[in-house]
C-alpha cells in the first residue's frame, strides 16, 4: 500500500505547513498531521448510520463507505475496510510502549487512526480500522454513487 513518492515523503496533496494550518482547525491539525488522538466517545461519527462516503478532513478523498462502518464499541468510527486498498497507506507505529499500524490517508499523508486485527469482529476482514471522527468529512448518499471532490 506504500508507494515510492511515499516513502519519500511526497504525496499527490502536498501542502506546507503554514498552508495546512490554514486550512485545519488547531484541533483537526493536531490528530491529521501531528498524530493525536481525539478523546473517545466525543466523535461526531461514532455512532453515525448515515448511508455515504467518508472522506479525508484535509484532502477530500475518498477512504471509508458506510458499507464497511460497524459498531465495535471502542470509542471512534470503526470500518471492516478501506474503500479502495490504496485509499490508505500503513506503517509501523511503536510509539505508546506497543506496537501498532497506523492508518495514513494516501494522498495526503494525514493522521486517520490506527487498524488492529484479530479481535473477533464478525466482519468480512477480521480486521478494525479505528478512525478519528476528527480526520473525516461525510458525503451523505448513497455509498456507490459518491462524486469525486478536491479540497
Not at 502536498?14 to 501531528?34: H, I, M
Not at 490504496?86 to 510502549?97: C, F, N, Y
Not at 478494525?128 to 456507490?144: F, K, M, T, V
Request: charged share 25%; proline share 5%.
Amino acid at each position: 500500500m506504500t508507494t515510492n513518492a511515499q516513502k519519500a515523503g511526497q504525496y499527490p496533496v502536498a501542502k506546507s505547513d503554514t498552508e495546512w494550518r490554514q486550512q485545519l482547525s488547531p484541533a483537526e491539525y493536531r490528530v491529521l498531521r501531528e498524530a493525536g488522538t481525539e478523546r473517545a466517545w466525543v466523535g461526531e461519527y461514532t455512532d453515525t448510520e448515515t448511508e455515504g462516503v467518508y472522506r479525508c478532513k484535509a484532502c477530500s478523498a475518498e477512504l471509508f463507505r458506510s458499507t464497511t462502518k460497524f459498531h465495535s464499541n471502542c470509542g471512534w468510527p470503526s470500518f471492516y475496510a478501506p474503500s479502495e486498498n490504496d485509499a490508505v497507506e500503513l506503517i509501523s507505529d511503536r510509539s505508546m510502549g506497543m506496537v501498532r499500524t497506523e492508518v495514513r490517508c494516501a494522498s495526503c499523508g494525514s493522521h486517520l487512526g490506527h487498524v488492529f486485527e484479530g479481535e473477533g469482529f464478525p466482519t468480512p476482514t477480521d480486521q478494525r480500522y479505528c478512525i478519528n471522527s476528527i480526520s473525516l468529512d461525510l458525503q451523505p448518499g448513497e455509498p456507490g454513487a459518491a462524486s469525486t471532490t478536491e479540497r
